[in-house]
Structure formats: structure tokens, C-alpha cells
């Protein structure tokens, strides 16, 4: 006799709809040249104090009307560990940004990010070639998914069961989709 097991129905939730980006918006003591005018690195932990105490969004490029996601609504989660900044970001599909983001990341046309910040603490270090800036403490304003990061190994990748899926078949998924939601059927 088989055990019994609770079922239930529902939806399905965002993350099955392939609708999660994750990936480094920083990474630490990773040199990038700043407008060939001096090498920058983060400092692990510069962005501790910020991510307790500010409110952060997610952006396309930069753009303050192209919210992707926000701390406080639970839709960004940024933390740090021992590579950088990490961050997992729930993009609403409903909305042209979120497809934007959604069709560019998967298709691996963007795959860096940025972030926008101020300057809280830093140092500074000559040496023969460039000078060397160390980002020590950072109040941070907004991540950035895009195509032209100054540091390279910043990432950005779709992570669900969509990143398996071909752009064709999801376009026709989501075609389907939006057709039964204009007939209430979900």
C-alpha cells in the first residue's frame, strides 16, 4: 500500500516560468580600468553596511525608469561572499523591461552588470603605470544589467527551466499563456 502524500494545484510560480536572473554585480579585488585613467578594485566587504540599510534597485542600463526589481519589494536579493556582490533577481515578464531582460540575458546578449554608487571610504596607491584605487566602503544605489561592464567578470545568466528551452518554443509558450490569461482560463 503507497504511502499517503498531500497534492496540491496551484499555479505555477514565477521561478518555473523562467523568470529568475542571478549572477555578480562586483566582484572583489578584480582590477578594471576606469576611463584609462586609473585601475579601480572593491575591497571584500565594501558593500556590507549599504545592503543592511538602503533600499537598492535593479536597473537596464542605468536607466532610473527601467526597474527590473527592488530590496524592498522582495523581488532583488543582494548579498556579499567571497567573490562579490552576488545578487538574484525575479523579473516580471508582464512588463517590455522584464522581457527585455528576460530575451537579452537568455539569448546571452548581456551578460555583465554594473552598479551605481557613492564613494564612502577609499585609498589610493601610485605606482609606475596607473594609479590604483581601492574602494573600501560603498553606499550602494542600484544594480545594472548590460552589455559593456567595466569589470568583466560581472555576470548576469538566466536560471530556471526556461534557460533550457529554445527562444522559439518559449515564445510560443508564452504566446499560449497570454491567450488563456485574456480568456480567464488562468
Request: charged residues 25%; aromatic residues 6%; glycine residues 8%.
Amino acid at each position: 500500500m503507497a504511502s499517503a502524500r498531500m497534492e496540491t494545484r496551484s499555479q505555477d510560480s514565477p521561478t518555473a516560468n523562467g523568470t529568475i536572473l542571478s549572477g555578480y554585480a562586483a566582484r572583489f579585488n578584480s582590477p578594471a580600468i576606469i576611463a584609462g585613467a586609473f585601475v579601480e578594485r572593491i575591497a571584500p566587504g565594501a558593500f556590507s553596511r549599504s545592503l543592511g540599510s538602503r533600499d537598492v534597485v535593479a536597473l537596464i542600463g542605468h536607466d532610473h525608469a527601467r526597474v527590473l526589481g527592488r530590496k524592498s519589494s522582495g523581488t532583488l536579493t543582494l548579498r556579499e561572499d567571497r567573490q562579490g556582490l552576488a545578487f538574484t533577481l525575479d523579473v516580471d515578464p508582464t512588463t517590455p523591461d522584464g522581457q527585455t531582460a528576460l530575451g537579452t540575458v537568455g539569448r546571452r546578449d548581456v551578460k555583465g552588470c554594473s552598479f551605481g554608487f557613492q564613494v564612502l571610504s577609499e585609498s589610493w596607491r601610485e605606482t609606475d603605470d596607473l594609479p590604483e584605487r581601492t574602494l573600501e566602503e560603498i553606499a550602494l544605489f542600484e544594480i545594472t544589467l548590460t552589455a559593456f561592464p567595466a569589470y568583466d567578470d560581472t555576470t548576469v545568466a538566466l536560471r530556471s527551466l526556461e534557460a533550457r528551452q529554445t527562444g522559439a518554443a518559449r515564445r510560443v509558450r508564452m504566446k499560449a499563456e497570454l491567450e488563456q490569461k485574456v480568456r480567464g482560463l488562468i
